[in-house]
């Protein structure tokens, strides 16, 4: 599980810093540097792929102060630690999802009173759940976080090109890591398919 001193430590190494840090209250310009970074790098890589630490799952009922966008029936606000979506479905079981909504600035839309999403979450107890993340991931921020911060400590760009280089590389090898721990899903049926279903046509194989 990742530490947030393990991971300015790791950062400073990547820098170059054999010295390192000590405490997360230790004065100094590297700390502070690594502080200033730490909230938008985390940011940051939410933002960049579905990470299973950070799902979260919520039921919305529609929100009546909203004014349905022109084409659907209701109106549905974001969660305030929403990042990203994952899926949305009128099924608490998520076995069935559907196309038919709209994405818009801080809402959704579609034709059903009540939905069911699925979402990377920036809550403390979800994606900002920092013992909760993984070595690969705390590596790649750790290296985001060096990249960010690189020209304050060090005035070497091609180091800093180096840094970037090496966080693409790590982000990558944390994504597979987490979407190789993901449970299968199974492809919901698409609609033409569900139609069949449901008026008692089977087609043969």
């Not at 000590?22 to 730490?38: G, I, P, Q």
């Not at 991931?137 to 400590?153: E, H």
């Not at 609609?191 to 089977?202: F, K, P, Y």
């Amino acid at each position: 599980m990742a530490d947030r001193l393990a991971i300015y430590q790791s950062a400073l190494r990547y820098l170059g810093n054999a010295a390192g840090l000590s405490s997360l209250t230790e004065v100094s310009v590297a700390r502070r540097a690594l502080d200033n970074v730490w909230q938008v790098a985390g940011d940051y890589l939410l933002a960049k792929a579905f990470w299973n630490f950070a799902i979260r799952a919520v039921e919305l009922t529609e929100d009546e102060d909203v004014e349905p966008l022109f084409g659907y029936q209701y109106a549905f606000s974001k969660p305030d630690d929403w990042v990203r979506t994952v899926g949305l479905s009128n099924d608490a079981t998520f076995t069935v999802g559907f196309e038919q909504y709209e994405d818009e600035l801080n809402y959704w839309y579609a034709n059903y009173d009540t939905i069911y999403v699925r979402y990377v979450s920036s809550d403390a107890n979800f994606g900002w759940n920092v013992g909760a993340w993984r070595e690969p991931f705390a590596q790649a921020m750790a290296a985001y976080m060096a990249f960010q911060c690189g020209l304050p400590l060090s005035a070497d760009k091609g180091n800093r090109n180096d840094l970037y280089t090496l966080f693409k590389a790590l982000l990558k090898d944390a994504k597979t890591l987490d979407a190789a721990d993901e449970r299968v899903h199974v492809k919901p049926a698409g609609r033409l398919v569900r139609a069949r279903q449901s008026s008692g046509i089977r087609k043969d194989g």
